[in-house]
């Protein structure tokens, strides 16, 4: 334990930005959700019908958990966010515990500090307590954020409480699959495939309930929060799960900390065929990619099955506030073409997280050093770059399909409404070009000031609030045409368009263009 108090200094100062954002955005999704419930159902009424609307629904039960209490506004909240901050805070826990685990003896910088004064686990030990008090941090946060609202104390501090459990569990273990896989990418692919396990679990046992698989939701830690049932009967001996499951796993990878060979993992490294070929640029980048490109086609094209599968119910669930109606109707003449074109557009937005992402790996691979010995080679800087940009233009357009297609899907097997179903799955190919110019952005700032690529996010902020609220906050038109995401038609509430789609792919063009020639011209690293 020797140098821990510095190294934990050291860790907080290193991570304090990432750690504010963490935070803010899972009080923000609690905060947020509880805030906005009042305004969107304004009666009694208008929760009872939403309830019915959901109740017994296996599609929104896998997505979101039991449907406890939904004629509440509490049950409400619990319902709508408990899941998804389980997979928020489980990925905070993932990448903080790998940053300063198994990255660390990845990039060398362990070994600097081993060769100094300090224990064995001390290093590993400042990166564990870090995500340990941020996930209590953070469920402290959201307890009191909860109350703020007028919520139950009870009911809130168990939200709170049982969501920094969770994340302990994540913290326990992300640092076991640190010490399973030999490098960072083989560890975050195994914490990541724990959490969606962890999802997928809880996601049948509770579709299951009652039957002989219900007993799935009890094997994950997810399952053990959505247990608590926070606002619809509040019971705290499932927190004990968490608990002491965190606890025991966080003793079994200290345990095999000792069982391997430094910067080795405990799973040996395989070598891949005799054969083989990555001769070039674009089949390196496809490589590096392509697990990416794979998570994100499922995961949108879910998010897609489960917006369609509202189907026509849309009046019941959006409520009855002339606010919230103007959100998503904006002057269309079907409530239902309304939701649907923002419900592309939505799907859309939250796909430019994969495509900033990808536009972003090329100054990873230079940070890690991987790019300077690639172009010690016969490969230049155009054509290296130049496979990167490829696999994001065609891993978003596959990421925005199948959220089309899932949209498209689920609508038509709910109402059996098939030519509808396929209108919203071709209406969400015009945002291509959209999502493509968030992107670029991000490469243009590869190319000019790659040490503040983070900036590359804030565009797509910055459509999220002219999205929701450009209308409410009366944001002046030039403003709103700033978003790459307004110029499109609002399919299928308005007829497709094509010249503004032309325009929009156009900048995205030139933005690619200017920020693969200013990273042609600049140093490298």
């Known amino acids: 334990m020797n140098g821990l108090g510095p190294l934990l200094r050291a860790a907080l100062r290193r991570d304090r930005w990432m750690l504010l954002c963490w935070l803010v955005g899972l009080v923000l999704l609690f905060w947020a959700t509880a805030y906005s419930l009042p305004v969107t159902y304004t009666s009694q009424e208008a929760l009872d019908r939403a309830a019915a609307a959901l109740q017994g629904n296996p599609a929104y039960i896998a997505l979101s958990g039991p449907t406890r209490a939904l004629d509440t506004i509490g049950g409400q909240v619990a319902w709508q966010a408990q899941v998804f901050g389980a997979v928020v805070i489980g990925l905070m826990a993932m990448f903080l515990v790998v940053r300063h685990t198994r990255q660390e003896e990845e990039s060398g910088r362990d070994e600097v500090l081993r060769s100094t004064p300090v224990g064995r686990l001390a290093p590993a030990l400042a990166g564990i307590v870090v995500s340990l008090g941020a996930c209590l941090l953070s469920g402290?946060?959201?307890?009191?954020?909860?109350?703020?609202?007028?919520?139950?104390?009870?009911?809130?501090?168990?939200?709170?409480?049982?969501?920094?459990?969770?994340?302990?569990?994540?913290?326990?273990?992300?640092?076991?699959?640190?010490?399973?896989?030999?490098?960072?990418?083989?560890?975050?692919g195994m914490a990541g495939a724990f959490i969606g396990i962890a999802y997928g679990l809880r996601a049948v046992g509770d579709v299951a309930e009652g039957g002989a698989l219900g007993v799935l939701r009890w094997l994950s830690p997810i399952g053990w929060y959505s247990q608590l049932q926070a606002f619809s009967g509040l019971r705290w001996w499932p927190l004990g799960l968490s608990v002491v499951a965190a606890g025991v796993t966080l003793g079994l990878a200290g345990w095999l900390v000792g069982r391997r060979d430094y910067g080795s993992g405990l799973r040996a490294d395989r070598p891949g065929p005799a054969s083989g070929s990555l001769a070039s640029g674009l089949a390196l980048a496809v490589r590096l990619q392509r697990g990416p490109v794979i998570g994100w086609s499922i995961g949108m094209l879910v998010g897609g099955l489960t917006y369609g599968a509202i189907g026509d119910g849309v009046g019941d669930l959006i409520g009855d506030s002339e606010t919230v109606n103007e959100i998503f109707v904006q002057g269309a003449q079907s409530i239902i073409?309304?939701?649907?074109?923002?419900?592309?557009?939505?799907?859309?937005?939250?796909?430019?997280?994969?495509?900033?992402?990808?536009?972003g790996r090329p100054r990873r691979e230079e940070e890690d050093g991987r790019a300077d010995l690639l172009l010690a080679t016969g490969l230049s800087r155009g054509r290296w770059l130049a496979g990167y940009v490829g696999v994001t233009v065609v891993g978003t357009t596959i990421v925005l399909?199948?959220?089309?297609?899932?949209?498209?899907?689920?609508y038509g097997f709910a109402t059996g409404d098939g030519a509808y179903g396929l209108r919203l799955a071709f209406g969400m190919m015009q945002y291509v070009p959209s999502v493509l110019v968030l992107s670029s952005v991000a490469r243009l700032l590869h190319g000019v000031w790659p040490s503040r690529m983070v900036l590359g996010w804030l565009p797509m902020v910055f459509a999220f609030v002219v999205l929701f609220f450009g209308e409410l906050f009366r944001m002046p038109q030039w403003l709103r045409d700033v978003s790459p995401f307004t110029h499109a038609a609002l399919v299928p509430a308005e007829p497709f368009r094509a010249a503004p789609v032309l325009g929009v792919a156009l900048a995205a063009v030139l933005l690619s263009v200017a920020g693969q020639f200013a990273f042609r011209r600049r140093d490298i690293g």
């Open 140 to 188: 402290l946060l959201v307890a009191a954020s909860l109350v703020s609202t007028g919520l139950a104390v009870a009911d809130s501090v168990a939200m709170g409480l049982g969501l920094s459990a969770v994340g302990w569990v994540f913290t326990a273990s992300a640092w076991i699959a640190a010490q399973l896989g030999s490098t960072s990418r083989t560890a975050y």
């Open 401 to 410: 399909a199948c959220a089309g297609t899932g949209l498209g899907l689920g």
């Open 337 to 359: 073409d309304g939701f649907y074109g923002m419900a592309l557009v939505m799907l859309a937005l939250i796909s430019s997280a994969f495509a900033i992402t990808s536009a």
